[in-house]
Nanobody, 121 residues
Framework: QVQLVESGGGLVQPGGSLSLSCAAS????????MAWYRQAPGKQRELVAS???????NYAGSVKGRFTISRDNAKNTVYLQMNSLKPDDTAVYYC???????????????WGQGTQVTVSS
């Protein structure tokens, strides 16, 4: 069994900062890419940021320059530092990991349960 557990969401005022983390645990052989997605009410889930095992990053245009994704491979953990938050950033944020549970099986996507981020005055 593999679990991704997110933490760090909450309520913040516009212009504020929040930090999210997501720890993967269980029967994990190797984690490749990790990412954060978000889904606002009435909208489709969208990619916020991703990071390869080697540390290469990719960001959605709407968060570039404000959000920073990072990871600790030894801890199987990915982070999202969110600065200069805007009301449009309000959404449920989901952690995603592409991982293998054995050398014989292909990469499979796993998801966290989601954490609510609300940006409001």
């Amino acid at each position: 069994q593999v679990q991704l557990v997110e933490s760090g969401g909450g309520l913040v005022q516009p212009g504020g900062s929040l930090s999210l983390s997501c720890a993967a645990s269980g029967n994990i052989f190797r984690i490749d890419a990790m990412a954060w997605y978000r889904q606002a009410p009435g909208k489709q889930r969208e990619l916020v940021a991703s990071i390869t095992r080697g540390g290469s990053t990719n960001y959605a245009g709407s968060v570039k320059g404000r959000f920073t994704i990072s990871r600790d491979n030894a801890k199987n953990t990915v982070y999202l530092q969110m600065n200069s938050l805007k009301p449009d950033d309000t959404a449920v944020y989901y952690c995603n990991a592409q991982l293998k549970i054995s050398t014989l099986l292909p990469l499979t996507a796993y998801w966290g349960q989601g954490t609510q981020v609300t940006v409001s005055s």
